[in-house]
């Protein structure tokens, strides 16, 4: 009986709702994300009053971290100097996806393991994964164009031969699917997981809630952190130069060729 009620309590999607000129929008999604938002823009503001060149509190040496030796490392290790223009992105969607799948810790369901949370961590839902993800790849493609120019861009899904152009398209397509399953699947088991507990062992919920609410925590941290490093590598192939680099190995194979002609003569 236990396991029938468990299958009924499992929804996926299923959320308070209203219209909106015509669109559906999820009422505690919609009311999470704005948290998130408040969230991120009172830290902002927080650490911009805070701020000193001398000695850094704690918060303002948590964003430094971050800024510098997280994401800053990161970017220079992929892109090199011209990827220092991208550290506000990465910056950016790296706090917004975690506060977002932090909020997911509040305890804010009425009944656990029978009514769903009053703010569900919004990358719970595949909606907002979604549209993070098409902005992601929007802007890749964006950068890419900007980097290869229009020739150049359309050359490069022909690499490196031209009967795997559709493979190469394919890719680019699956892209924002994969981003958007990556975020939503891990956030949206966590989540499972206690509904599924709660119904096999209602007595037990309480304990198991407190031992699997830090687990969440880490797992939006890595999820996190695996966006960003997506969006990081995603920028990195589009504003990658093969052409450039091909004249480059020729050139240093011409060299070597030279200077091995002139050794033997």
Do not use: C
């Not at 795997?164 to 975020?183: D, F, G, Q």
């Not at 966006?227 to 589009?238: G, K, N, S």
């Amino acid at each position: 009986m236990r396991m029938l009620y468990a299958a009924k309590s499992i929804t996926v999607g299923d959320h308070p709702h209203f219209s909106l000129f015509g669109l559906t929008v999820d009422t505690d999604i919609a009311l999470s994300t704005v948290l998130a938002v408040i969230v991120i823009v009172v830290m902002g503001a927080r650490l911009r009053a805070k701020m000193t060149d001398g000695v850094p509190g704690k918060f303002q040496l948590i964003w430094e971290i971050l800024v510098f030796d997280i994401v800053g490392d990161l970017v220079q290790s992929a892109l090199g100097d011209k990827g220092k223009r991208f550290i506000p992105l990465g910056v950016t969607v790296f706090v917004f996806v975690l506060v977002s799948n932090w909020i997911g810790f509040l305890p804010t369901a009425m009944h656990p393991g029978q009514s769903g949370e009053i703010l569900p961590a919004p990358t719970s839902d595949v909606n907002l994964p979604l549209a993070l993800a098409l902005f992601v790849i929007v802007w890749v493609h964006i950068e890419s164009l900007r980097a290869r120019r229009i020739g150049g861009y359309f050359k490069h899904y022909t690499k490196p031969y031209g009967v795997l152009t559709p493979m190469n398209l394919i890719e680019e397509a699956t892209k924002p699917i994969t981003l958007t399953l990556r975020l939503f699947g891990n956030l949206f088991s966590g989540g499972l997981m206690i509904v599924v507990v709660a119904a096999l062992a209602a007595k037990a919920i309480g304990p198991f809630e407190v031992i699997w609410k830090p687990f969440d925590l880490a797992i939006g941290v890595i999820q996190a952190y695996i966006f960003m490093l997506l969006t990081i590598i995603y920028l990195d192939m589009a504003t990658s130069h093969e052409e450039v680099h091909e004249e480059k190995h020729e050139k240093k194979k011409k060299i070597k060729g030279n200077a091995v002609l002139e050794t033997s003569q």
